[in-house]
């Protein structure tokens, strides 16, 4: 009646024939190269005793590594005349000092404070170590920066009544973006303080550290006895942590120095990496200098039948090996081309030094127009001095360009005596209401770079063609370009004169492994741990800081002037505006200069092309890594940047962006872009009557070659100019739409502005302000 199936359980598959004798040919194929291993489980006993020794085996090695590591950190600790371990103890609130903790540390090991100094030194015996306090005084932040630059310990006083402010996250924020050495966190002390409520505060406080500061356990109570003889042991005992910028720079914290004929005697302790005499020293706020020579400094002996050492001399610098004090290339105008001046030029400069001044210009010539120039240089240096006032014209705004420019023709000496009455009221004044105008007129300005922000967030390098102004005039160093990736761009054309003053690497990377290694063969060198007296000479006596400060050796050429670049992301926490060549503080390891960078696009391969072209641009964002590109001395290794803006309070900066040191390309191209736009007026398919983007034929002309693009991807070209207002036609590659924008691209390459030394305006002068 229906089909017939036979059920799957009669069904029946037969063994496959399998051959006894296989050739080698057919079970290599059969193989596929696949190595037979033992399974484990055919011998458990075997395979967990050899798990068990490899497990114990690696266990051994990490315990032999962590006992190396220990005992080659704190080797300079180690004996009577072992380093000190410094440890700089920074206050975060008002209501706390540095000194009473200080006096409490010392007091746990019955030490007595009669002695205390800013810079004070004690002998833990008991822990067979000494240490170095440094007492830095609250809301002084470039003197934390410089005492955490050389401590091995830094010292959180806390308070329980009072939180920390904007200033001290900023400091932390500060300090771990710089490097921050191990951190231990203590709690002034307070009776008042309940007994039930105080391990809740404690808690508070060490989970709003640990977010700085990760690696920390606890947080001392210096009310107890006990916890501050603990916090004095995680001092003594413990393993300070490696800053990785200073692993091959050598530093001294100056415990005396004395001043003689020019020359300043420094004595301290050598940390670091090995000392050289041929390298150069560098003092922050003061400069770099040169070492006459290195004598050694012992301690001088308490035990009753000691002889005290005499100082002998350790190292002398090297006349053909030292480095010299050369920071900028000397260019030599002669070198380029010259054209012989013709008779009119011979008569106008005659004219000009019979004293009657400046001819007027001839017809067909650039008319006589007053220069601005740098307060105190003369005509002749002012005649070298680039104009960059078209920066200012391109965003409608002055970008502080003109600082401290003054014309010809008004007396410089006027404008000093005022300047130094302005400095000299905003010192003895700290508020001073403005008047109504110039407050309305600040206020204007404040919103104006709002709104600038504003629309360069939205409509990115667009610019409105100037009426009153010809574009092939305003927009005359600007040049087009097919394709921003790969169109060539020549690194060394059209260079402005800082750049014959600065160094360039043939190959960085083998300069920095050829200084380093010639580092390590030096032998006149100074080993860590020893207590020296290091002789600078050609210092100036105004420059000789009154209290404790620290100096820095510096590696061979990173005196020398470069272009530098660095990747940097901005912080979060700070909401003002920044625009490239905005004077900003820029502390990157020693170091602190006064900047003006420029930004550009972060590529992730390194450059958008042949050509390492990166954009241009305005403003330094939230949420994105830019590139920070300045004029600096060399450095060498991936040192940590810090950018500060400087605020009303000169102890309270604000904490702008932190970055990293990216590389010294001084071919790196920035091009700032200035978008043309015009308004489709007619269109029929591919063609369209633009209008609005110039207004005379002459412009048309002009950039004519150049190529057109639309928001909506189509590309294009002007194929004829129409009438006298500025239409003109074009054809692009496919239909377009009368919604559609029609841009221009072009390009521009811009520089930042010279570094200079950053030196703190205090009244007293000093590197490292120290507390009293």
């Not at 003054?406 to 400095?423: G, K, L, S, T, Y």
């Not at 002037?561 to 990157?588: A, Y």
């Amino acid at each position: 009646m229906g089909e017939f199936h036979h059920r799957a359980t009669l069904k029946q598959s037969n063994k496959a024939f399998k051959s006894k004798h296989a050739s080698k040919s057919s079970l290599r194929e059969a193989a596929k190269g696949r190595v037979q291993r033992q399974s484990p489980k055919s011998s458990p006993t075997q395979a967990a005793t050899q798990a068990r020794v490899n497990r114990k085996n690696t266990a051994k090695q990490h315990q032999i590594k962590k006992r190396h590591e220990l005992v080659s950190s704190t080797r300079i600790f180690n004996g009577v005349d072992g380093a000190p371990r410094i440890v700089a103890v920074i206050p975060l609130t008002p209501d706390v000092s540095a000194q009473p903790i200080v006096s409490l540390l010392a007091g746990s090991l019955d030490i007595p404070t009669d002695d205390y100094s800013p810079l004070w030194r004690v002998n833990a015996d008991r822990f067979k170590t000494s240490a170095q306090f440094l007492s830095v005084p609250y809301r002084q932040m470039y003197a934390a920066l410089d005492a955490a630059k050389v401590a091995d310990y830094v010292v959180l006083v806390l308070s329980t009544n009072v939180e920390v402010d904007t200033w001290g996250e900023t400091l932390l924020r500060t300090l771990d973006s710089q490097g921050m050495p191990k951190v231990v966190a203590v709690v002034a002390p307070n009776a008042d303080l309940d007994a039930k409520t105080r391990p809740d505060v404690l808690k508070s406080l060490l989970s709003f550290t640990k977010y700085f500061a990760p690696s920390l356990a606890r947080v001392y109570d210096m009310h107890s006895h006990s916890d501050c003889l603990n916090a004095m042991r995680a001092l003594c005992e413990g393993k300070p942590d490696e800053v990785r910028w200073r692993k091959d720079r050598s530093w001294v914290l100056g415990e005396r120095s004395e001043w003689q004929d020019g020359v300043l005697a420094v004595t301290g302790v050598v940390r670091g990496a090995p000392l050289s005499a041929n390298r150069l020293m560098h003092i922050p706020n003061v400069g770099d200098l040169q070492i006459a020579k290195i004598m050694s400094a012992p301690l001088p002996r308490h035990t009753k039948g000691a002889m005290d050492v005499e100082p002998t001399l350790l190292a002398e610098p090297d006349e053909e090996n030292a480095d010299s004090l050369v920071a900028e290339n000397e260019p030599d105008d002669m070198a380029n081309e010259q054209t012989w001046p013709t008779e009119e030029e011979m008569n106008a400069a005659a004219h000009a030094r019979d004293g009657d001044g400046i001819p007027d210009a001839i017809n067909g010539t650039t008319p006589k127009a007053i220069k601005r120039r740098p307060k105190g240089m003369s005509e002749y240096q002012a005649a070298w001095i680039v104009e960059d006032d078209d920066e200012a014209a391109e965003d409608g705004d002055q970008e502080g360009d003109d600082d401290g420019m003054e014309d010809e023709d008004e007396p410089a000496e006027v404008e000093d005596e005022d300047a130094a009455m302005e400095v000299e009221s905003r010192r003895s004044v700290g508020f001073e209401d403005l008047d109504v105008e110039e407050e309305a007129k600040q206020l204007d300005s404040w919103r104006k770079r709002e709104r600038e922000e504003e629309d360069d967030l939205k409509f990115p390098d667009e610019i409105d063609t100037p009426q009153e102004v010809a574009a092939r005039v305003r927009f005359q160093r600007f040049r087009g370009m097919r394709s921003f990736r790969t169109s060539p761009w020549d690194a060394y054309e059209n260079l402005p004169r800082d750049y014959a003053r600065l160094f360039q690497f043939e190959d960085y990377k083998r300069t920095e492994r050829n200084v380093r290694r010639r580092a390590e063969e030096d032998i006149a060198v100074v080993q860590p741990g020893t207590r020296v007296t290091i002789y600078l000479k050609d210092v100036p006596k105004s420059a000789v800081p009154s209290g404790p400060f620290a100096i820095f050796s510096v590696l061979q050429h990173e005196h020398k002037m470069t272009v530098l670049n660095f990747t940097l992301q901005r912080n979060t926490e700070f909401d003002g505006s920044i625009r490239s060549k905005d004077p900003l503080i820029m502390c990157i390891g020693a170091r602190r200069l006064k900047v003006q960078p420029i930004y550009s696009q972060h590529t992730r391969g390194g450059g958008t092309g042949p050509n390492n072209v990166h954009k241009f641009e305005r403003y330094l964002r939230h949420g994105g890594t830019y590139v920070a590109t300045v004029y600096a001395p060399v450095v060498f290794g991936p040192l940590p940047a810090v950018f500060l803006q400087e605020t009303e309070d000169v102890q309270a900066p604000a904490l702008v962006a932190t970055g990293t040191f990216l590389n010294p390309d001084t071919t790196r191209v920035i091009a700032k872009r200035a978008i043309l736009t015009g308004h489709p007026f007619k269109v029929h398919k591919k063609t369209a009557t633009v209008r609005y983007m110039f207004f005379n034929p002459e412009d048309i002309a002009y950039f004519k070659p150049v190529q057109l693009h639309t928001k909506q991807g189509r590309a294009g070209h002007i194929k004829e100019s129409l009438g006298t207002h500025g239409y003109f036609k074009a054809y692009f590659d496919g239909p377009i739409s009368q919604m559609d924008t029609v841009c221009m691209s072009l390009y521009k390459r811009v520089y930042p502005k010279w570094a200079t030394l950053w030196k703190e305006e205090n009244d007293s002068g000093d590197a490292m302000a120290i507390e009293a």
